[in-house]
């Protein structure tokens, strides 16, 4: 301790107000670029887990059409054996194709069912 107190020169204690004013700025600097960055990463994972999710229910409505003699599922309703999770939107599927036709967000806020059957989500 005594060789780092020998090591500051004779009255420099701490930093001067201009060295904490210059951090203080760059700090303000970074989180001005990165806080809005950050909310949209959010809203973009948001949307690719709904993506997801929707996949994972046209898959298990196809495992579903597979073990009932080649009916489509009406709703994610009917899906409630074939899925691990109950999915967070709310599913409707054609009874031709078993594509989904339309979708409600459940839990989600601030996206939307785009695109009809074989749509997507997206942000609203």
């Known amino acids: 301790m005594k060789r780092f107190m020998k090591g500051l020169r004779k009255g420099e204690k701490g930093f001067t107000l201009i060295e904490l004013l210059i951090v203080v700025a760059i700090l303000g600097i970074l989180a001005a670029v990165i806080v809005p960055n950050l909310a949209s990463f959010l809203g973009t994972g948001t949307v690719a887990a709904a993506n ?26 009917d899906l409630t054996t074939y899925l691990s999770n109950t999915p967070k939107g709310t599913y409707t599927f ?22 009809g059957e074989g749509g997507q989500w997206e942000k609203s």
């Open 52 to 77: 997801t999710e929707a996949a994972n229910v046209e898959t298990a409505a196809l495992a579903y059409y597979a073990d009932n003699d080649g009916v489509w599922p009406t709703d994610s309703d």
């Open 94 to 115: 054609s009874a031709t194709s078993g594509k989904i036709v339309s979708a409600v967000a459940v839990t989600w806020t601030g996206i939307a069912w785009v695109g």
